[in-house]
C-alpha cells in the first residue's frame, strides 16, 4: 500500500514541477520583453555590437595620422603572465626632437596564447592598447594569429 502511495505522490509531483515550468514558458511566450536579447548571428554581422565588458584580442588603436601611444616600456610584455606580448624596441633618433631615445620596433601579440585576462591593458602608463570587440578569430594557419600590433610607418603621438 505505501509503494501505491509513493507511486501517486512522484506521478503528481513530477506534473506539479511540469505545470511550475510550463507556466514559466508560458508567461515570457505570451509577454516577449521589450528588449529582445537573442541575437540573430550571423545573419545581423553588420549590426552587430558586443556588450563594453567583452574581451576580445588586444589591440592598438592608431589615429588619423597613423601615430599610436606605445612608448615601448615593456609594462605590458612583464604583465602577461603567459607570454603573449614580445616587444622588440630600439634606439633611435627621435626626428621631431633630434635626440636618440627609446622606441618601439614591433609590438608582437599572440592571440592564439591569449586567455584576455586584460593584465597588459590595467599595466600600460600611455592606455596604448585596449580590448578589442571582435570575435571571429578562425583562421586556416595558426601563424596568422601571431600580429605585430604597431602598423607599419607608424610613430609615436608627438603628446608623449
Ligand atoms: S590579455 Fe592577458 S594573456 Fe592576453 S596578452 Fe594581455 S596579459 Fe597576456
Ligand atoms: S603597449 Fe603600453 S605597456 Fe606595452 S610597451 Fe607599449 S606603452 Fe608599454
Redesign the pocket.
Known sequence: MKAIIKYFSDVLGGMYTLWQGMSITGKHFVRAPKEIITQEYPDNRDTLKMMDRYRGQVI?PHNENNEH?????????MACPNGSIE?VWKRDIDERTGKKKKM?DK?IYHLSMCTMCNL?IL????D??EMGKDFEYAVYDRSELTKVLNKPGSRLVEQL
Not at 606605445?70 to 609594462?75: D, F
Not at 599595466?123 to 600611455?126: Q, R, S, V, Y
Open positions: 592598438m601611444r606605445c612608448t615601448g616600456c615593456q609594462a605590458c610584455e616587444i618601439i609590438h597588459c599595466a600600460c602608463p600611455t596604448a592598447i
